[in-house]
């Protein structure tokens, strides 16, 4: 149930109205957590993965013309902290260097329980 204050917010900012629908829609009202059409990237065989957080794959494309071979998959969370738990939760990834722009593996570190080393 949303408060009164929420409402308030959303009717003052529509987009955070479909910000929520869209969270809605995509966890099937709060019952999943996980796209089941998301592939782990950690599971694959990558020499060298970069992952362009909110770039859409068909802009991209269009707009690259780097050499060798681009794949699009579907992320296991649409938005960066869904990826963050769905992707580091309780593992050790010594061989994995994650670089991101926004704070979130860091705010979820404790909940994720993910093995961090910084340099």
């Known amino acids: 149930m949303y408060s ?4 308030t917010k959303g009717i003052k900012d ?17 019952y999943r957590q996980q796209n089941p059409k998301g592939v ?10 970069i992952i362009l957080d909110a770039c859409r794959y068909d802009y991209f494309k269009r707009c690259t013309d780097f050499s060798g071979h681009l794949e699009y ?5 649409s938005a960066t902290r869904q990826f ?8 050790t ?9 926004n704070t979130w593996f860091l705010k979820l570190q404790e909940e994720i329980n993910a093995e961090v080393i910084r340099l």
């Open 14 to 30: 529509p987009h955070k109205i479909a910000y929520e629908l869209n969270k809605i829609g995509y966890t099937r009202g709060g």
């Open 93 to 101: 990834l010594h061989d994995t260097v994650y670089i991101g722009a």
């Open 73 to 77: 998959r579907h992320s296991l969370g």
């Open 4 to 7: 009164l204050e929420q409402i």
């Open 40 to 49: 782990n990237f950690l599971k694959e065989d990558w020499d060298n993965l």
């Open 84 to 91: 963050v738990r769905e992707n580091f939760k309780n593992k």
